[in-house]
């Protein structure tokens, strides 16, 4: 992801079919496991850079599939070979795991499952060439969702919504900053702008969506990112309502933050869900606003952060039991 620079694209009319007064006043579902998705990052940094065309992608890939499958959620691989900034093709799997596929009636939670292939916002320029592990960026939001899924099928009282993971792929291919391409914010989140305009199911429609992106680093908070105040309002504030509901509104803070470019954008714009971005915002750090791990070579499991997983995961399961 990066920070976006053109906002013509905006339109400050759409809202969510969810507000915060939907919200339940008190604490609602299971309690999410931080050790599981602490757990489920650790396995994904595992297989090393999950970068495109390699076989520690393609490997983790399969793993996340089967977890889900594992889980009893019907799972549907889109494969597909996108051009990347320098006409690279880049095989990629969009990977969609659904729980109770048969209800109308449903959710989108995503997240991207790839990592960055070039470390070039590292403070030593001789890495910035070298593939990012991606423990924040990338496994923490598909770690999360994955918890979110064994707790539902785990959960006997089951959930009436039907929920989407859709794990988007080839997000972080985008231009580096060593590179003379321009970067006018295409060549990110190309595995959502595929699945946003070739939905795995023709017509497919959810009443709002949920980005989960760098949710597990330490000293994380989130600001109310402004793509998100743009298309979906009335989420932003049920989210961070929720939050605060189940005693982690420390983590969400109730301002602006910066607007970003992330696979929530062609959610909205193409595929006309409202579609939120949760993702860390650092406004005083000096290697970057995203963080002091991002896209550099100590994006590991030292950054992660049990507790600012726990805050995320908690809050979306109070957010999808409030719903009714």
């Given at each position: 992801m990066s920070l976006l620079v053109c906002f013509t694209a905006c339109n400050s009319n759409?809202?969510?079919?969810?507000?915060?007064?939907?919200?339940?006043?008190?604490?609602?579902?299971?309690?999410?496991?931080?050790?599981?998705?602490?757990?489920?990052?650790a396995k994904q940094c595992d297989f090393g850079?999950?970068?495109?065309?390699?076989?520690?992608?393609?490997?983790?890939?399969?793993?996340?599939?089967?977890?889900?499958?594992?889980?009893?959620?019907?799972?549907?691989p889109q494969r597909v070979t996108l051009n990347g900034y320098d006409g690279t093709p880049l095989k990629a799997t969009n990977i969609i795991a659904s729980y109770r596929p048969e209800l109308a009636d449903r959710v989108l939670l995503c997240a991207h499952?790839?990592?960055?292939?070039?470390?070039?916002?590292?403070?030593?320029?001789?890495?910035?060439?070298?593939?990012?592990?991606?423990?924040?960026?990338?496994?923490?939001?598909?770690?999360?969702?994955?918890?979110?899924?064994?707790?539902?099928?785990?959960?006997?009282?089951?959930?009436?919504?039907?929920?989407?993971?859709?794990?988007?792929?080839?997000?972080?291919?985008?231009?580096?900053?060593?590179?003379?391409?321009?970067?006018?914010?295409?060549?990110?989140?190309?595995?959502?702008?595929?699945?946003?305009?070739?939905?795995?199911?023709?017509?497919?429609?959810?009443?709002?969506?949920?980005?989960?992106?760098?949710?597990?680093?330490?000293g994380s908070q989130f600001w109310r990112e402004g793509m998100s105040m743009q298309y979906a309002p009335d989420l932003v504030k049920k989210v961070w309502a929720a939050a605060s509901v189940v005693?982690?509104?420390?983590?969400?803070?109730?301002?602006?933050?910066?607007?970003?470019?992330?696979?929530?954008?062609p959610v909205n714009e193409k595929a006309k869900i409202p579609t939120i971005d949760i993702i860390a915002y650092y406004p005083d750090c000096q290697t970057s606003s995203f963080g002091p791990t991002w896209h550099t070579v100590n994006d590991t499991m030292d950054g992660i952060d049990k507790s600012t997983l726990g805050a995320v995961g908690q809050t979306v399961v109070q957010v999808l039991y409030s719903e009714k």
């Open positions: 759409k809202k969510a079919a969810s507000s915060a007064d939907d919200l339940s006043a008190q604490s609602v579902g299971p309690a999410f496991n931080a050790d599981s998705a602490y757990a489920f990052c850079p999950r970068t495109m065309n390699t076989d520690a992608h393609e490997q983790c890939g399969e793993w996340i599939m089967a977890k889900f499958r594992q889980y009893g959620l019907t799972v549907t499952w790839d990592t960055r292939p070039w470390a070039d916002n590292d403070p030593d320029s001789a890495n910035w060439r070298k593939p990012v592990v991606g423990a924040n960026d990338g496994a923490s939001g598909v770690a999360v969702m994955l918890e979110i899924a064994r707790l539902l099928t785990a959960d006997t009282a089951k959930l009436d919504l039907g929920v989407d993971f859709v794990c988007f792929d080839a997000e972080d291919w985008g231009v580096p900053r060593w590179s003379d391409a321009p970067d006018n914010g295409d060549s990110w989140a190309l595995g959502a702008q595929y699945w946003s305009a070739n939905p795995h199911k023709p017509g497919y429609k959810a009443r709002y969506g949920i980005l989960l992106d760098m949710v597990g680093g330490q005693g982690f509104g420390s983590y969400f803070v109730d301002r602006d933050g910066a607007y970003v470019t992330d696979d929530h954008v």
